[in-house]
């Protein structure tokens, strides 16, 4: 039949519903995030539309862009309908807006209080499948110095060294740290090694004069303070 050959791409759609022409007309907030993804992947399959492919993938990623960045490329291909070459297109338009995020968090350079160090490291930690340990370094008016990954670990732990940890924070000039990591489980309880972590990295800080500000647990939707629970 005619209708099993025609083409779903967006230049065949009618022309109120082409992602491109409603983009240019009515601005990109007027946009879905199918509809945005639809412009990405450029057409859908004989069987449904790129929109409705968009709808789909988005669909087993509850809906929620972070869960659809987490999805690899070899993932995205496995839905019909999508190659490489739109598998590619997707992951590098999310991981742009990914570090979009960080750029706007790394302005938050001022460190006022324990969410202002969660909006600096959400977008470089808080997705991970792994555990990694940063050290923000900040000087006397509580800005960030610089940003260090001191280690990186499994998924259920990794381990710091003290020694380069302090070395650092002399060689920047810093008189204040904040201690950070993730939680890839998303439990933000803290174990009994971050809290012996936490006192082992005051006490030889003090030595130095150098203060631990916080400890800040990072997960994908929060984070915990040990300085706000009263935990330092």
């Given at each position: ?45 004989k069987n449904e539309t ?170 994908e939707k929060s984070y ?9």
């Amino acid at each position: 039949m005619n209708d099993e050959k025609t083409n779903f791409g967006i230049k065949s759609w009618a022309e109120d519903d082409r992602p491109r022409e409603k983009l240019l007309q009515k601005g990109k907030l007027s946009l879905s995030d199918s509809e945005l993804i639809a412009i990405l992947i450029g057409s859908g399959s004989k069987n449904e539309t790129a929109v409705e492919l968009s709808k789909r993938i988005l669909s087993s990623s509850k809906n929620n862009l972070s869960e659809l960045g987490k999805l690899s490329i070899n993932q995205l291909c496995n839905f019909k309908g999508i190659g490489p070459a739109k598998a590619v297109s997707i992951v590098a338009a999310l991981e742009l807006g990914r570090r979009r995020r960080l750029e706007e968090a790394l302005e938050l350079k001022n460190i006022g209080s324990s969410q202002s160090v969660y909006e600096i490291m959400q977008p470089i930690i808080g997705e991970l499948p792994h555990e990694e340990f940063w050290i923000l370094y900040l000087n006397n008016s509580n800005k960030v110095i610089e940003k260090f990954q001191i280690s990186k670990g499994g998924i259920t732990g990794t381990l710091v060294d003290v020694r380069i940890t302090l070395k650092k924070a002399l060689e920047v000039g810093a008189v204040s740290i904040i201690l950070v990591h993730n939680h890839p489980s998303g439990n933000l309880k803290a174990s009994e090694a971050d809290k012996q972590l936490t006192r082992k990295l005051k006490v030889a800080s003090e030595s130095l004069d150098i203060k631990v500000l916080d400890h800040i647990i990072v997960t994908e939707k929060s984070y915990l303070s040990f300085a706000d629970e009263g935990m330092l």
